[in-house]
């Protein structure tokens, strides 16, 4: 995943004040740096104004504050102390670097302060000048590049950032040598943009890596961060490629392979490639469990002597209690039914020794009746759910769930048993039941702040339509269906398996009511969808 808080405030410590997050410093020759005091004082005060609204906005605020007015005054502040100065760079002699300096490290402010049209003029100014006082492959026009490329990447611009990147990577590439504090300052830099904008980033300080020969450790770390922001296929390639480097790196049972082997089969498992996932979340579950029994017990007093302590155990717990859930439900989804009945009723279990915890309960009961109801041991997966149902009623009365609902417009989790409820019903052919629940769940949707693209919404519009289809109630099912293909589209994995079980419905709707060209090109999506999450990369 990308880097984390703790190595963000690390970056800031070691490194805002030295280049002030810009790239568009050049290397400074020491006898024209004596000139001008007036000229360095007014750089040096923006330069602290400067470092200081960055580690505001991107260190000091959350993630959600992050394009806000944090940091605005110092921005301000900066600004200022950098037009004095190219007032007075005014006097330098023509191509004089400082120049270039001053206009960079103003545009760079510009940007922060989301003044794009003026940042992007200083910006070009800037480049123009360095263009005309150093040789085409002087590494600071590649660093001025990059500040260039960002700017145009923070007004989500990005055909013109796309060139300035590519010009930036074949200049250091030559060069052969970087500033290793660009890469600590582009890592931070990336925390500021989209999974798109940050993937390039991160592919930027990978290419750049592997071409001046860096070890494995530092490669392994910059593909960590780009798998981190990727999705589908390119996620996958990039996982691949880091358990390859822990083959050279750690032991085959290491925490960190084995947590790299658990990244790539959640991967999978999120794409629905379950027979991928399937073997290589056994293995993360064997080796983690051997990983337990060989620490200290995990005991009481363990546990309240020290924070360490209870750091470690709750750590233990909760990481073996994820693998459990994870194969659990790729055990389900690749029809081992029994082994996944053993494992969520292992998770329930879990849950029921531990009061806190009933919100965990109700979900692992979900689960288990969905087992149940695939099984067609109906009366079981009723029980499972009613009992699911019982508790999220009881959870609702508490204090904070009230506040919870009133936010959210009401309880998810009472939404998602009602929306099994309904599917239970209907698969076991009480449609009488099944009916009023379907239409209960989707009355409670109006209320509620779901995503755009929530993949219970998807089946749960799905399920409803299937049951209107099967009692012939055409005009009213496709409607549901042609929603539910909406809602996929919108969801974070619109090539999910689960969207071909849509697909595939809905085409047989449309050949029921005679129009099979039309299901004939929703056949053919579900089976691409398929091939492609039975085909996954190979891992050895």
Same mark, same amino acid.
């Given at each position: 995943?990308?880097?984390?808080?703790?190595?963000?405030?690390?970056?800031?410590?070691?490194?805002?004040?030295?280049?002030?997050?810009?790239?568009?410093?050049?290397?400074?020759?020491?006898?024209?740096?004596?000139?001008?005091?007036?000229?360095?004082?007014?750089?040096?005060?923006?330069?602290?104004?400067?470092?200081?609204?960055?580690?505001?906005?991107?260190?000091?605020?959350?993630?959600?504050?992050?394009?806000?007015?944090?940091?605005?005054?110092?921005?301000?502040?900066?600004?200022?102390?950098?037009?004095?100065?190219?007032?007075?760079?005014?006097?330098?002699?023509?191509?004089?670097?400082?120049?270039?300096?001053?206009?960079?490290?103003?545009?760079?402010?510009?940007?922060?302060?989301?003044?794009?049209?003026?940042?992007?003029?200083?910006?070009?100014?800037?480049?123009?000048?360095?263009?005309?006082?150093?040789?085409?492959?002087?590494?600071?026009?590649?660093?001025?590049?990059?500040?260039?490329?960002?700017?145009?990447?923070?007004?989500?611009?990005?055909?013109?950032?796309?060139?300035?990147?590519?010009?930036?990577?074949?200049?250091?590439?030559?060069?052969?040598?970087?500033?290793?504090?660009?890469?600590?300052?582009?890592?931070?830099?990336?925390?500021?943009?989209?999974?798109?904008?940050?993937?390039?980033?991160?592919?930027?300080?990978?290419?750049?890596?592997?071409?001046?020969?860096?070890?494995?450790?530092?490669?392994?770390?910059?593909?960590?961060?780009?798998?981190?922001?990727?999705?589908?296929?390119?996620?996958?390639?990039?996982?691949?490629?880091?358990?390859?480097?822990?083959?050279?790196?750690?032991?085959?049972?290491?925490?960190?392979?084995?947590?790299?082997?658990?990244?790539?089969?959640?991967?999978?498992?999120?794409?629905?490639?379950?027979?991928?996932?399937?073997?290589?979340?056994?293995?993360?579950?064997?080796?983690?469990?051997?990983?337990?029994?060989?620490?200290?017990?995990?005991?009481?007093?363990?546990?309240?002597?020290?924070?360490?302590?209870?750091?470690?155990?709750?750590?233990?717990?909760?990481?073996?209690?994820?693998?459990?859930?994870?194969?659990?439900?790729?055990?389900?989804?690749?029809?081992?039914?029994?082994?996944?009945?053993?494992?969520?009723?292992?998770?329930?279990?879990?849950?029921?020794?531990?009061?806190?915890?009933?919100?965990?309960?109700?979900?692992? %009961?979900? +689960?288990? /009746?969905?087992?149940?109801? !695939? &099984?067609? #041991?109906?009366? =079981? @997966?009723?029980?499972?759910? *009613? $009992?699911?149902?019982?508790?999220?009623?009881?959870?609702?009365?508490?204090?904070?769930?009230?506040?919870?609902?009133?936010?959210?417009?009401?309880?998810?989790?009472?939404?998602?048993?009602?929306?099994?409820?309904?599917?239970?019903?209907?698969?076991?052919?009480?449609?009488?039941?099944?009916?009023?629940?379907?239409?209960?769940?989707?009355?409670?949707?109006?209320?509620?702040?779901?995503?755009?693209?929530?993949?219970?919404?998807?089946?749960? %519009?799905? +399920?409803? /339509?299937?049951?209107?289809? !099967? &009692?012939? #109630?055409?005009? =009213? @099912?496709?409607?549901?269906? *042609? $929603?539910?293909?909406?809602?996929?589209?919108?969801?974070?994995?619109?090539?999910?398996?689960?969207?071909?079980?849509?697909?595939?419905?809905?085409?047989?709707?449309?050949?029921?009511?005679?129009?099979?060209?039309?299901?004939?090109?929703?056949?053919?999506?579900?089976?691409?969808?398929?091939?492609?999450?039975?085909?996954?990369?190979?891992?050895?």
């Amino acid at each position: 995943m990308p880097i984390g808080a703790s190595q963000v405030r690390w970056r800031f410590r070691r490194f805002s004040l030295v280049l002030a997050l810009t790239f568009f410093v050049a290397q400074a020759r020491p006898a024209l740096w004596a000139q001008d005091k007036e000229w360095d004082k007014h750089m040096k005060e923006g330069g602290k104004a400067y470092a200081r609204g960055m580690s505001k906005k991107y260190y000091w605020a959350d993630s959600s504050s992050q394009t806000s007015l944090a940091g605005a005054p110092e921005f301000a502040k900066a600004e200022r102390e950098f037009l004095a100065a190219l007032a007075l760079a005014q006097s330098f002699p023509a191509g004089d670097v400082r120049t270039a300096d001053t206009l960079g490290r103003l545009a760079s402010t510009y940007a922060e302060e989301r003044k794009f049209a003026e940042a992007e003029e200083r910006g070009k100014q800037a480049i123009a000048l360095l263009e005309g006082s150093l040789t085409p492959n002087n590494p600071d026009l590649g660093y001025a590049s990059i500040g260039m490329a960002l700017i145009y990447d923070s007004e989500s611009k990005p055909e013109q950032a796309a060139p300035l990147w590519d010009r930036a990577l074949a200049i250091l590439k030559k060069a052969g040598k970087v500033n290793p504090q660009a890469f600590s300052l582009l890592e931070v830099r990336a925390l500021s943009f989209d999974s798109d904008d940050q993937a390039q980033i991160y592919r930027f300080i990978l290419e750049l890596e592997e071409s001046t020969g860096a070890p494995d450790k530092d490669l392994r770390s910059a593909l960590l961060n780009l798998a981190g922001a990727q999705m589908g296929s390119d996620a996958e390639q990039s996982r691949i490629r880091i358990m390859e480097l822990d083959r050279k790196i750690f032991s085959p049972d290491s925490p960190a392979a084995n947590d790299d082997l658990h990244s790539l089969a959640k991967l999978y498992a999120d794409d629905g490639k379950f027979a991928a996932a399937l073997p290589l979340l056994q293995h993360a579950l064997e080796v983690s469990e051997k990983a337990v029994q060989s620490r200290s017990p995990c005991t009481p007093r363990a546990f309240w002597t020290s924070l360490n302590g209870r750091i470690a155990c709750m750590g233990q717990d909760a990481a073996l209690t994820n693998l459990y859930r994870e194969l659990a439900e790729a055990y389900a989804k690749m029809g081992k039914y029994p082994e996944a009945e053993e494992l969520y009723k292992r998770l329930i279990s879990t849950a029921e020794a531990k009061t806190s915890e009933n919100r965990v309960l109700t979900a692992e %009961l979900r +689960n288990l /009746a969905r087992v149940y109801s !695939d &099984e067609h #041991r109906y009366a =079981e @997966a009723l029980d499972a759910i *009613k $009992r699911s149902e019982a508790l999220n009623q009881e959870i609702s009365e508490s204090k904070f769930a009230k506040q919870n609902a009133e936010l959210h417009g009401g309880s998810v989790w009472v939404w998602l048993t009602q929306a099994d409820l309904a599917e239970i019903y209907r698969e076991k052919g009480d449609n009488a039941a099944a009916e009023p629940a379907f239409q209960q769940a989707l009355e409670m949707t109006q209320h509620m702040h779901l995503a755009a693209g929530h993949p219970k919404l998807a089946q749960l %519009l799905d +399920n409803y /339509a299937t049951l209107l289809r !099967d &009692e012939g #109630r055409y005009t =009213e @099912a496709e409607p549901l269906y *042609k $929603r539910a293909l909406e809602v996929w589209a919108k969801a974070r994995y619109p090539e999910h398996p689960d969207v071909a079980v849509t697909l595939t419905n809905y085409a047989m709707l449309l050949r029921k009511v005679n129009r099979p060209a039309e299901a004939e090109t929703l056949e053919a999506r579900a089976s691409a969808i398929r091939e492609k999450a039975g085909a996954p990369g190979a891992v050895s």
